[in-house]
């Protein structure tokens, strides 16, 4: 098994296998995009 | 025609209507997305080739999904206003391409971060990935137009056959893996065969997709309710409106 949650700790979890700059670097652009996109409907 | 469709396409009438289903949509979109992370991390397994690299696809494919399929709405809405001339239809437009150019801009930054580890590289001019970045243009080409004209009206009219002659970029997009040779892989999920992943991977995908369905429907239907404020702040009711606030 990988290192998902399930067996790992939470840098385990962080760290994606070494893959976590590409998971993370996904998610954290699309839900800062999200961030902005509400507060620029909220204005 | 429907008489009950064009009531609804008054403004007036469907300004409290649209805010009324905002906070559904906003709780149904936060809960789905909630879900979907959860089985996107913690439940579906390590892919066998990509290692958890592929957990990108959770985000990667409802963004995709959606900057095509906000598109073909929104080409449509401005196929209803031309034909029909209704006011609402190039407002509803309007209010989609912005949600639709973010989901776009995410299917690409996702996909290039995809790429680098799988095919070591963040971007190629392949059919698929140009045809996207040119959706993303077209997004962008649109809301300008439509910005660079004063009068509403005139400005829907243009926007709307933008929108139109556009459209044929999206069956482009979706086709592009089967038509032309390129690095991105074919479509894990149709309607004709079963899907070639885990139940819990798909699981994932279609809990995000929903998410980010409902998402964009309370973020159309917020930026709906700003546009008509704007185009009618002249009109009674809106200064009634106003005066309630």
């Known amino acids: ?43 | 025609m429907n008489s009950t469709l064009f009531h609804y396409a008054s403004p007036q009438i469907f300004f409290p209507v649209a805010g009324k289903l905002i906070p559904w949509f906003s709780v149904l979109a936060g809960l789905l997305a909630i879900a979907g992370l959860y089985v996107a991390f913690f439940v579906a397994p390590t892919d066998a080739t990509q290692g958890e690299a592929y957990r990108i696809i959770f985000i990667h494919v409802p963004a995709a999904w959606m900057s095509m399929f906000i598109y073909v709405v929104m080409a449509g809405w401005a196929a209803a206003g031309l034909a029909l001339n209704t006011r609402l239809s190039g407002m509803m437009a309007s209010a989609l391409a912005p949600t639709g150019a973010m989901f776009t801009f995410i299917a690409l930054w996702s996909g290039a971060l995809w790429g680098k580890p799988t095919w070591g590289t963040y971007w190629v001019w392949d059919a698929r990935l140009t045809s996207e970045l040119v959706l993303l243009f077209l997004y962008f080409g649109f809301i300008a137009l439509k910005g660079a004209i004063p009068d509403p009206v005139r400005a829907d009219r243009a926007g709307a056959v933008l929108a139109l002659l556009g459209v044929v970029n999206v069956p482009i997009i979706y086709y592009s893996v089967q038509w032309w040779n390129t690095l991105h892989q074919g479509a894990s999920v149709s309607l004709t065969r079963s899907p070639s992943m885990a139940a819990t991977m798909l699981l994932g995908m279609l809990l995000m997709a929903l998410a980010a369905w409902m998402y964009s429907i309370a973020t159309t239907l917020t930026r709906l309710r700003n546009i008509i404020l704007e185009r009618e702040r002249d009109a009674e009711w809106v200064r009634l409106q106003r005066t309630a606030a």
């Open chain 1, 1 to 43: 098994m990988g290192s998902t949650a399930k067996d790992g700790s939470v840098s385990e979890f962080l760290a994606m296998g070494g893959y976590g700059f590409y998971v993370w670097g996904s998610y954290a652009v699309a839900a800062l995009c999200i961030v902005i996109e509400i507060w620029t409907l909220k204005k």
